[in-house]
């Protein structure tokens, strides 16, 4: 299974991006999704999730209101979608898949999740 994340690059505050990621080797459909990202100096942490079939979704609260995540299973494709970027937004973005795990106990922890891309890189300017 190989994930390849892309979108990321620089964009000034307030400014909105879409980060893709394309899921290859097995059958996109029976994995959770997630985005996680990575801080200059911080640990890596949990964005958002998407259910098998995209009927469901969890954020993060730093996200909440602002982000969407989305998938296209036909494409193999799960999307995430930042609005009204800040600077601390500035990270690297990681999407990520899950598979055979229960959706509420496991979507917003990294440990539960198999697969991971390679990250892009999103820098927010002030």
């Known amino acids: 299974v190989q994930l390849q994340a892309s979108g990321g690059g620089l964009v000034q505050a307030g400014d909105s991006l879409r980060l893709s990621c394309v899921v290859t080797g097995r059958i996109f459909s029976s994995y959770i999704m997630g985005w996680f990202r990575q801080a200059p100096g911080k640990e890596r942490a949990f964005v958002a999730a998407i259910n098998w079939t995209g009927d469901s979704t969890y954020y993060a609260d730093s996200v909440k209101g602002r982000s969407t995540i989305s998938r296209d299973n036909a494409k193999n494709t799960v999307y995430l979608q930042i609005d009204s970027l800040k600077p601390e937004d500035t990270a690297i973005y990681y999407c990520?898949?899950?598979?055979?795990?229960?959706?509420?106990?496991?979507?917003?922890?990294?440990?539960?999740?198999?697969?991971w891309g390679q990250g892009t890189l999103v820098t927010v300017s002030s």
């Open positions: 990520a898949a899950s598979y055979g795990r229960t959706w509420t106990t496991s979507r917003n922890d990294a440990f539960e999740y198999d697969y």
